[in-house]
């Protein structure tokens, strides 16, 4: 039995009309009907439809015509043609505009749902295999210590509820993959799972962003664009660094909370979507309530079931783990052979701070396979890590350290600044707001200290 679905029925026989419609709703699914090409085209782009179902011979506008305006459209839902007129040559005409599957009427109760059934196990596979393609490449959640073991717990334990969760956490920390494992382990997992990261769209962009547009709504808007809510329909949408998120942006979202719907812009009317909404901060949104920065309602909307996240080096008993997978994908995406790390090595990178938490740890696993020889030593991790410095090894800081005052000032300048990229991904405009600089301040200023931009952004390319 196929799960609860919308379908589009479009013919200009009032008799088809109401006998598959009432076959569709008999069955517990839900029907709407229209009786021409013109008028469903724009019923098509309103709404969300798990089958379109439409006759070929119709008055105004046939039903190819009618195909070939919803896949230009950028309309999903997978279409259905049928016809009492059919032949070879229109059923070719059809499969070739896309649809998926050509019925000849008339149409059987059974034939209808068993077409229906296709129709969601191939959306369903589809979206399956977009997941999985986004998927490849991407870090697993690897952890073996008690700390991560009582996060879990609480993943565990809200996952089948449809409480909205906020993570919290440093930059670096896993929030998105811990948001995705929360969603593998609810009764949304068969939907999508769709990402914004709120701090990383330019302000005037994120309303396009989350709830979409129509063709032609603004200036560059060169066709319909469909927005993340949308996209998430039935799954999770995940919004990062939700404490960036502009002031006029919470209070759409507050209302989309509310009322389960979006409306793209340049629409004129809303489309019900039924997502669940995680979000993920590594600012305090208590503070930021009580700074007037960040909305009271939207916090108790989003921040149901708070989840904090330790920084790296608060659980360096997953650090071997850690590494031992890092090192393995990096090898594995690059043709390597593997390299094993000496015990010395591991103990060295667990005496380092890791500002940038996990990220910067697989990044800084890839540079030391790239300086390593048979197998990684802690002169290695030396080299990569240039502000390690080894327990007890006071004198030797002093002496790397001596020097004129300025080339000190410079040197914890660009150790300051190297440190304070990797906490926020790299991104420039995140870390310029962190230090209270401009972003031409900031470049200026990497550009003096001799801090490569753009080689630091490749290497996570």
């Not at 679905?5 to 088809?16: C, K, M, P």
């Not at 013109?38 to 379109?52: C, S, T, Y």
């Not at 560059?220 to 949308?230: D, L, P, S």
């Not at 404490?243 to 507050?254: I, N, R, T, V, W």
Request: proline share 4%.
């Amino acid at each position: 039995m196929s799960a609860k679905a919308n379908i589009l029925i479009v013919d200009d026989e009032a008799n088809t009309l109401a006998s598959l419609s009432r076959a569709f709703r008999l069955a517990g699914h839900e029907a709407v009907v229209c009786d021409e090409a013109v008028r469903a085209l724009e019923i098509a782009r309103e709404q969300r439809f798990d089958l379109i179902l439409s006759d070929v011979v119709m008055p105004r506008r046939d039903g190819l015509t009618f195909l070939e305006d919803l896949k230009n459209a950028g309309v999903a839902a997978p279409v259905v043609m049928m016809s009492g007129q059919a032949h070879i040559e229109m059923a070719v005409r059809a499969t070739r505009l896309g649809a998926l599957d050509f019925l000849e009427k008339p149409l059987t109760t059974e034939k209808l749902l068993v077409t229906l059934d296709n129709a969601l196990k191939l959306t369903r596979l589809e979206s399956e295999n977009r997941e999985l393609r986004a998927r490849v490449g991407r870090h697993t959640l690897v952890f073996a210590g008690e700390t991560m073991r009582r996060v879990m717990a609480q993943i565990e334990r809200v996952a089948a509820s449809e409480s909205r969760v906020c993570l919290y956490g440093e930059t670096g920390t896993g929030k998105e993959l811990v948001a995705r494992t929360l969603h593998e382990k609810s009764h949304r997992s068969a939907g999508p799972f769709v990402t914004l990261n709120c701090a990383a769209v330019p302000a005037e962009l994120i309303e396009s962003e989350l709830f979409g547009h129509e063709k032609g709504s603004f200036t560059g808007a060169a066709q319909r664009h469909t927005g993340k809510f949308e996209q998430a329909h039935r799954g999770t949408l995940f919004l990062d660094e939700i404490g960036d998120m502009p002031a006029a942006m919470q209070a759409k979202l507050l209302r989309v909370l509310e009322e389960g719907e979006v409306e793209r812009i340049g629409a004129g009317k809303p489309t019900a979507v039924d997502v669940r909404v995680v979000v993920a901060t590594h600012r305090n949104l208590e503070q930021l309530v009580e700074a007037g920065s960040f909305r009271r309602d939207l916090y108790h909307r989003v921040v149901v079931f708070p989840v904090e996240l330790p920084p790296l080096r608060s659980r360096t008993e997953d650090l071997p783990l850690l590494v031992e997978h890092f090192a393995r994908q990096v090898s594995a995406q690059n043709g390597w052979k593997p390299v094993g790390f000496a015990p010395s090595a591991i103990e060295a990178l667990k005496q380092y701070a890791w500002p940038g938490n996990i990220r910067e740890l697989r990044n800084v696993v890839e540079r030391l396979l790239l300086l390593a020889g048979s197998e990684v030593t802690q002169e290695d991790v030396r080299l990569a890590l240039p502000s390690w410095r080894a327990p007890g090894a006071g004198a030797s800081a002093q002496a790397e350290t001596s020097g004129p005052l300025a080339q000190r000032v410079l040197a914890f300048e660009r150790a300051q600044l190297l440190a304070e990229l990797e906490r926020h991904g790299r991104r420039v405009t995140a870390t310029a707001r962190a230090l209270g600089l401009e972003r031409s301040h900031l470049y200026k200023k990497c550009q003096q200290l001799g801090i490569d931009l753009q080689a630091l952004r490749a290497r996570d390319e």
